[in-house]
């Protein structure tokens, strides 16, 4: 077969596809020895005339969700091009990897852990004793708040999962309606009052009280398309902290479709509610329409959910399949329904952001906060912000340039 290494042409194929899928699942796709059979005999199907046909032949069994597909690209030209280039990038873990289409391409961490697990004792290049200052560096802890979730490896991910699940939120207490009783409250408690001059004799002193606070309903809509899976990760280990710490807490996930998963969040194993999401929601890294998923909310679930002054976060990239269609009405009335509107956005990271697409300019006018949500330090910027009343905006025709410096 044409470009595919000469080792896998000496009935070694089997045994080649086998140790290609260790190194995918390594990596982190699902890839277990019944994919490896089916591999195989998908390879026997299509045979090995065709370089195009063996790639998706093994494209079609291994991989099953559209964020698994760049992995699978990298790892497959590495290994089925030339073994040596296999060693040389196991030895020396090149930042950039040259794949035909992708030149420049950044080579996916969790491809590289993936190959560097898999070299052998033997073949490792012996190391040498290096003695670094530690003056003037960053300590693993603070690289680990300020690296980005997409290009986190492996080890990385589960440390931030681990800190996402330390993160305490504590929202900013409004006042209700009830009373209760407080010796320095504004108002005197007349029923209070007469209750303790029955049970005692003489004159007491009057019982006071004061409106009672408890911290708002918290709403979470979450994007999970294509562009956002690997944040959808993070933020789901978060919701699942935050629901079963605190009462109020609604959780929505959308792509295509609106899916409720605060039942399924509810569930005290984080491994168990996280398979009771993946198997309630069945638009997973799909497109996303913004406009479609707000109107069926609006419809459905607001009454229900935004009472009492709810705090809405709204997580999103805000690139809309359906380019804006009925967006701007939809989150102008879910910004009327909420006291407070806070747009989370991994884009806004880039320093030269601009909200060019039809779907963010349609957002941005009817939200109250915009902020960017792509590490750990960001995340914990938002938790601290949520503690504290932010500012309500009723006209937004100047809001961007100064959510941009406060970004």
Not at 232 to 245: E, G, P, S, Y
Request: net charge positive; proline share 4%; hydrophobic share 45%.
């Amino acid at each position: 077969m044409d470009g595919v290494a000469p080792a896998s042409a000496g009935g070694n194929l089997v045994a080649n596809i086998m140790h290609f899928a260790r190194v995918l699942r390594a990596a982190g796709l699902p890839d277990g020895p019944g994919k490896v059979l089916q591999a195989v005999e998908a390879v026997r199907a299509v045979g090995l005339e065709s370089r195009a046909d063996f790639y998706w032949a093994l494209h079609a069994v291994l991989v099953n969700r559209r964020d698994q597909r760049l992995i699978f690209d990298q790892a497959f030209h590495v290994f089925w091009r030339n073994p040596k280039l296999l060693e040389r990038m196991m030895a020396l873990l090149l930042p950039e990897l040259q794949v035909p289409g992708q030149e420049g391409a950044e080579m996916s961490r969790r491809l590289a852990e993936a190959l560097r697990t898999g070299q052998g004792e033997a073949e490792r290049p012996r190391e040498e004793k290096v003695e670094l200052d530690a003056a003037m560096t960053f300590s693993g802890r603070e690289l680990l708040q300020m690296t980005d979730f997409e290009k986190m490896s492996n080890a990385e991910m589960d440390a931030a999962r681990e800190a996402v699940k330390r993160l305490a939120l504590a929202l900013a207490e409004r006042p209700t309606r009830r009373f209760a009783a407080d010796p320095r409250g504004a108002r005197i408690d007349m029923r209070a009052t007469l209750r303790a001059q029955l049970r005692a004799s003489g004159l007491i002193a009057l019982k006071r009280k004061d409106r009672a606070t408890r911290p708002p309903p918290l709403v979470v809509l979450c994007d999970i398309s294509g562009s956002m899976s690997r944040y959808t990760r993070i933020f789901l280990h978060f919701l699942h902290a935050v629901i079963n710490d605190r009462d109020r807490v609604h959780a929505f996930l959308f792509g295509t479709r609106l899916t409720n998963i605060t039942r399924q969040l509810r569930t005290r194993d984080v491994d168990e509610a996280l398979d009771k999401v993946a198997t309630a929601v069945e638009d997973w890294s799909g497109g996303t329409r913004i406009g479609q998923c707000l109107a069926e909310f609006n419809r459905r679930w607001s009454r229900r959910v935004l009472g009492q002054g709810a705090v809405v976060l709204f997580i999103s990239d805000g690139l809309d399949r359906d380019a804006g269609a009925g967006l701007a009405q939809e989150i102008e009335r879910l910004h009327k329904s909420c006291s407070r509107l806070i747009w989370l956005n991994p884009l806004l990271r880039y320093e030269g952001f601009a909200p060019k697409s039809l779907g963010m300019k349609a957002i941005l006018p009817h939200v109250d906060e915009f902020r960017p949500v792509h590490n750990l330090e960001s995340l914990a910027a938002v938790v601290a912000a949520l503690a504290e009343n932010g500012p309500r905006r009723l006209s937004a025709a100047a809001a961007w340039p100064e959510m941009r410096k406060a970004g």
